[in-house]
């Protein structure tokens, strides 16, 4: 098949979508980009003429939006026309765990993927690559073939392709401008040269790779469980740091020095968050389980309990610490998000660590630099079966927009995510608006001068260190 790439579609203008194609528009200037989302919010957001209010907050996002909008990059709820325009088609949509039926609590969701699908069967024109940007279960092309085949109007011809994301939240504009690598499976030649010449704008030769669809769909879901299991993995031995004296800082070092393991992602800290690792692992898991494969399963399975049982351990080791009770004592959480330098709360261990507190009665006062107080809301109020509190102790949170407040007449602060900004602290200050004795509960050891706060007056907690 024959193919000429003018215009993009993306269907879908999430935390892939929207920079992906943001990156893809400032290096193919002469390509026409259109993001299509179904949610108007998110589009309107996208198209907002204040750059503050887009959807997403990504370091270095805004520039380029400020460069390629109303240029060759567009964001639209007419997912029809665009679809229709389009030469090449990316799908992004999400892909949660599915919440019932058949594989509930494990399986990936693929309806978004399958609507878009049908979708694009219906209104696609002549030649059109169709690209797996989402990630998908192993084999998810061929169901998405499957469709796209079903068309009996000749005039339509697609061919499939597997381009899996490998962005982080965060840093999503540098990795996207500088990856490691960028993966294509299928098996058109003409297709994937498309793709290769897209990507050869700015990405090195050899850092582009070709396989089959299925080895492509299969190593996104494996990337993420082994990046996952690292920090599962230190995550272990952060609970025995505790217990023998040893300091999990001095041992990610030592561990991560052996250029057979690496050094990065060995940060022990309050679990892994964000919308893909635990999704990603379970999806995996299921596939193990369909395919007979019940150890592997179970191995990968551990990763994801191990995450689960650290958030736990944090939220017993503050009750403990503050003398087995923390039913109307106030407490300071900073940081909201799963991690630094993104407004994303999507699996935030901060979540599940509030909630215990709450459940043990506590008072939360919760500042995080992007979290909206919305995010927050929408996080905290599944509190229990048909939202009714678990029980009549059960504590409430207050939203903080400065830390100053957070801290305030707090018995303690539990600082969840890695922001840089808890470093410069004056904890001086913070210390003198604390009801004494003052705890600071450190998951993410970014205190750097442990013997200054101490002389402060603080009790400090860190993880992986007392
Ligand atoms: P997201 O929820 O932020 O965005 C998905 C968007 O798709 C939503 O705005 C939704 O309204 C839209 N959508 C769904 N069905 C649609 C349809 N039929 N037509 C038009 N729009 C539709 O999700 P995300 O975080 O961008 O993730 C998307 C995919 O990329 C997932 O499979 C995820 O696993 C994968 N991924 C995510 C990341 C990440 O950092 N978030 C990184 C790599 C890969
Ligand atoms: C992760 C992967 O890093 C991306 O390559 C992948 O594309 C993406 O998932 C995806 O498929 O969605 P992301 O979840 O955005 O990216 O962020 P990470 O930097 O991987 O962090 C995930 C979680 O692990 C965060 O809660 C972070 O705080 C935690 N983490 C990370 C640690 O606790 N320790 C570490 O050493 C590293």
């Known amino acids: 098949m024959e193919f000429k790439i003018k215009k993009i579609c993306c269907i879908g203008a999430g935390y892939v979508g929207g920079p992906t194609m943001a990156v893809i528009a400032d290096k ?3 390509i026409e980009v259109n993001v299509v989302d179904l949610n108007r919010e998110r589009i309107a957001a996208w198209n907002s003429e204040n750059l503050s209010e887009l959807p997403i907050f990504e370091p270095g996002l805004k ?12 964001f639209s709820c007419d997912v029809e026309m665009n679809i229709a325009l389009a030469d090449m088609i990316f799908i992004s949509v999400n892909t949660p765990i599915k919440k019932s039926g058949i594989g509930a609590g494990m399986a990936s969701d693929l309806k978004w993927v399958e609507s878009s699908t049908r979708q694009i ?3 696609a024109q002549g030649n059109t690559i169709v690209v797996e940007k989402s990630t998908l279960p192993v084999k ?12 009996k109007n000749s005039n339509k011809n697609f061919s499939v392709l597997s381009n899996p994301e490998f962005l982080a939240e965060g840093t999503a504009i540098d990795d996207l401008i500088n990856p490691d690598r960028v993966l294509i499976g299928g098996e058109d030649r003409n297709a994937i040269d498309e793709l290769i010449k897209i990507y050869e704008n700015w990405v090195p030769k050899n850092k582009i790779i070709t396989t089959n669809l299925w080895s492509s769909e299969l190593s996104k879901l494996s990337a993420n469980a082994f990046l996952a299991q690292r920090i599962s993995s230190i995550n272990t031995i952060s609970a025995i740091c505790e217990t023998t004296g040893s300091n999990i800082n001095d041992v990610s070092k030592a561990i991560g020095m052996d250029s057979r393991i690496g050094s990065e992602f060995l940060k022990a800290g309050p679990g892994f968050g964000g919308s893909c690792f635990k999704k990603d692992i379970l999806n995996l898991v299921y596939l193990c389980q369909y395919y007979g494969l019940g150890e592997v399963a179970n191995f990968w399975k551990s990763v994801v309990d191990i995450n689960s049982w650290q958030k736990d351990r944090i939220s017993k080791i503050i009750v403990k610490n503050l003398f087995g009770t923390i039913a109307g004592k106030k407490l300071g959480i900073f940081g909201f998000s799963f991690k630094a330098n993104t407004n994303d709360t999507r699996e935030s261990p901060a979540i599940e660590i509030c909630k215990s507190l709450l459940d043990e009665g506590a008072i939360l006062q919760i500042y995080d630099p992007k979290v909206s107080f919305d995010s927050i809301k929408k996080d905290l ?8 509190p678990k029980n009549d102790n059960y504590g409430h ?5 400065k830390s100053l407040e957070a801290a305030k007449d707090t018995d303690a602060i539990i600082i969840l995510t890695d922001w840089d900004e808890f470093k410069t602290y004056n904890w001086e200050e913070i210390y003198e608006l604390m009801r004494i004795p003052a705890w600071i509960f450190d998951t993410r050891n970014v205190i750097e001068s442990p013997k200054h706060i101490r002389s402060l007056g603080f009790n400090l907690w860190q993880l992986g260190i007392n």
């Open 140 to 151: 998810t092309a061929k169901t998405i073939k499957s469709i796209l085949e079903s068309n």
């Open 397 to 401: 949170w207050i939203f903080s927009r």
């Open 63 to 74: 520039n380029i939006i400020t460069r390629r909008r109303g240029e060759n990059l567009h």
């Open 381 to 388: 109020s599944t509190i229990g079966e048909d939202s009714i």
């Open 28 to 30: 193919c200037k002469g």
């Open 121 to 123: 069967l219906e209104h």
